[in-house]
């Protein structure tokens, strides 16, 4: 399979704590981008990160990316009850047009 | 100002009968794609149009048909809805296509079948 793998599955913290989650993958990208789905809604695109980049930020999110060990990781920092949601790595697989996401990891922001 | 519409939010048939889901889109996108996502996994596209050259994903069946008749409007028909069919269909735009693009969302459409 070539879905990417997020850990961990779900994430429990406390409003103002920061989050992080994990993706890999297993071949090689030109670039990784990471979702956020709210419950029972569609998709919002966050960021996305280039081959050639190792760190992105945009807001209180960070990314990185290492390709040598097939890996991205991404920063929520002092997270908010609203950041609650689902959040999927993705990344274009095969023909140029099929974008691959990872199995999500299911974030709980808690006041 | 919604970019990308799907319409109805929840639809409900029952096995067998044919449906239809429908999405628009105001970004004049030359991409549209459908995903089908089910409970608790990842979203998997059933296929997409880059205009209107339609694109079939190799393991999609043969139950899901989808029609582009304009660049705005793009629908999904499912012939005949069993019971593995109940799941969100979320439609999606690029302005191209290719590995630099982000999608675009729409809300989804949560399909039951009875």
Redesign the interface.
């Known amino acids: 399979s070539q879905?990417g793998e997020e850990d961990p599955q779900a994430l429990s913290i406390q409003e103002g704590e920061n989050a992080t989650m994990n993706c890999s993958y297993k071949t090689s990208i030109?670039?990784l981008?990471w979702?956020r789905q709210n419950s029972?809604?569609?998709?919002?695109?966050l960021i996305?990160i280039r081959s050639n980049e190792r760190e992105k930020h945009s807001g209180r999110l960070r990314v990185t990316l290492d390709t040598s060990k097939k890996s991205s990781s991404l920063l929520i920092t002092a997270s908010r009850a609203a950041d609650t949601a689902s959040y999927?790595c993705a990344r274009?697989t095969g023909?140029?047009?099929?974008?691959?996401?990872?199995?999500?990891t299911?974030l709980q922001v808690t006041l | 100002d919604a970019m990308v519409i799907q319409n109805p939010r929840y639809q409900v048939t029952q096995f067998g009968k044919p449906v239809t889901l429908s999405c628009s889109q105001t970004l004049n996108h030359n991409v549209m794609y459908w995903y089908q996502q089910k409970s608790s996994q990842a979203p998997k596209l059933l296929f997409h149009y880059y205009d209107k050259d339609f694109n079939n994903e190799a393991d999609t069946p043969d139950n899901f048909q989808s029609r582009r008749p304009n660049t705005s409007f793009c629908f999904l028909d499912i012939r005949s809805p069993g019971l593995g069919d109940a799941a969100m269909y979320l439609c999606a735009t690029s302005r191209e296509r290719g590995i630099s693009y982000e999608q675009y969302f729409g809300p989804g459409t949560r399909l039951t079948v009875t």
Not at chain 1, 40 to 45: A, F
Not at chain 1, 95 to 104: D, E, V, Y
């Open positions: 879905q030109n670039n981008q979702y029972g809604r569609g998709l919002v695109h996305l999927f274009y023909t140029a047009s099929k974008l691959t996401f990872g199995t999500g299911r």
